[in-house]
């Protein structure tokens, strides 16, 4: 018996109370064959990438989400959207079925406009700049790759300064790993090594001795590229 990589999530909306569904794809069938040191993976076969996935739009009202957004909606802000998404929406296209690259990007720029407007944490508008910069990355999109980066970075040091990471998924020292990563990848240097000293001052502090062993990794990089060669 054929079972097909992809299935069908059931989903309410929370705006319009709707139910809907949206594709995902089944774990035995991820296979990632590579990381990079920001924790993007690249997947065999490319289209059964998890990232194509990770936002879902309600059919009926356009109201586009991922598995981090809160069920909470900040006063106005359900106005907000009911006037600037669903009352915009045309219901064209569907977001339901297998999507193509330029299908996921669309639904990445669905949920940061949904996820601004309901004014959702910074850590989550991170996740989404982070994962829709590593899904151009994955397709050699190098200028978007790097304008979403810029976004991430903007969006996780906030949510740092704010502590709003607290009680989700994030950690402080990957945060603060992720935040030196990427301006690492960004060539701010100087910015990188403040963040990865702050994750090598939590070393005895922290259990994940995996991200604090990576923070040294780039450290170290960074001071190999800064050594000048010899004559």
Known sequence: MNVDALYDQHMTCLVCKQPYSTKKIRSRFVRAIRHDTDFC?????DDLNPLFYYVSICPHCGFAVTEEFSSYFPPSTLDAIQKNICQAWKGGIQYSGKRTFQEAVNTYKF???????KQEKHIVLAGLYMRLAWLYRTYNIHDQEERFMRLALQE?????SKDDFVGTHMTE???????????RRLNNTKEAILYFSKVTAK????????????AQERWQEIRDNQQTPQS
């Open 173 to 183: 020292v990957r945060l603060l790993y992720l935040i030196g990563e990427l301006h």
């Open 156 to 160: 996780y040091t906030t949510s740092y």
């Open 41 to 45: 993976s690249y997947y065999q076969p």
């Open 111 to 117: 949920g940061i406009y949904s996820a601004t407007l």
């Open 203 to 214: 070393k005895n502090e922290t259990i994940e001795k995996g991200i604090v062993r990576m």
